[in-house]
């Protein structure tokens, strides 16, 4: 269920949120052009860390990372402190070129961008605090959100436009199925889902709360000024 709530929320998100935009803006805080690939590792080791005096991006021993096997990198938050956390193994990957290596750190790259760059926190700074359900949910969208702006930072728009599945893209093959549908989803359909919450959802917004104002306005004590 937390998973099913996760995904329709993720979709809500992609009415009201601009992704393609803030892909573009994100390239440009970095000085990067539209068409030139993404240098993850460059990003991660040496312009985060100017950008954000409270950046860290830590290089873990292998004999020292408490993950599975499968989190090659993680992304950790706090008011005071924002890391990029990567086990050794995979940094030396990276460094030579390992495309999955570079995945996992545009991903890492995303939450920091979310968090820091864009402000869409979603409760995930606070995640110790929330509800497990509440959290599980907030925490599964937050990486939702970071898959897709990943694989907006990595493909080309053209790619992503002519692409059916993860196979007829070039990184699709260090990426999940889910992760590609999810981007390619959005890019074909982002226009769609803007146009929907415009004219669908937002007045029905719009109209409930001007009701609610309403509704306190008549509640007033007649002396009320």
């Keep these: 269920m937390a998973e099913q709530i996760s995904v329709i929320g993720t979709v809500i998100l992609m009415m009201v949120v601009d992704f393609k935009k803030m892909a ?23 312009k985060l860390c100017e950008a954000d005096g409270q950046f860290e991006f830590s290089i873990i021993p292998d004999s020292e990372w408490g993950h599975k096997d499968s989190v090659q990198a993680y992304y950790r938050h706090s008011e005071s402190h924002h890391e990029i956390a ?15 290596a570079l995945v996992s750190i545009a991903h890492e790259i995303s939450h920091w961008g979310l968090i820091n760059h864009f402000n869409l926190k979603l409760g995930v700074t606070e995640a110790n605090v929330l509800d497990p359900v509440l959290e599980s949910i ?10 897709l702006l990943t694989t907006l930072f990595l493909f080309s728009e053209e790619e ?15 990426m999940s199925e889910g992760q590609i549908s999810l981007a390619l989803f959005y890019y074909k359909n982002h226009k769609v889902l803007a146009e929907n919450f415009e004219r669908n959802i937002l007045p029905r917004i719009e109209a409930h709360q001007n009701k609610k104002e309403g509704n306190a306005t008549k509640k007033l004590p007649s002396n009320w000024r």
């Excluded at 907030?138 to 898959?147: S, Y």
């Excluded at 992503?160 to 260090?174: E, I, K, P, R, W």
Aim: net charge negative.
């Design 86 to 100: 990567i086990k050794e193994s995979v940094y030396h990957k990276a460094r030579g070129g390992d495309r999955e």
């Design 138 to 147: 907030l925490i599964r969208i937050h990486e939702n959100m970071a898959d």
């Design 160 to 174: 992503l436009l002519n692409a059916h599945c993860a196979g007829d893209l070039d990184y699709g093959s260090c």
């Design 24 to 46: 573009v803006e994100f390239r440009r805080h970095f000085g990067l052009a539209s068409g030139q690939a993404f240098p993850a590792l460059s990003i991660a080791e040496n």
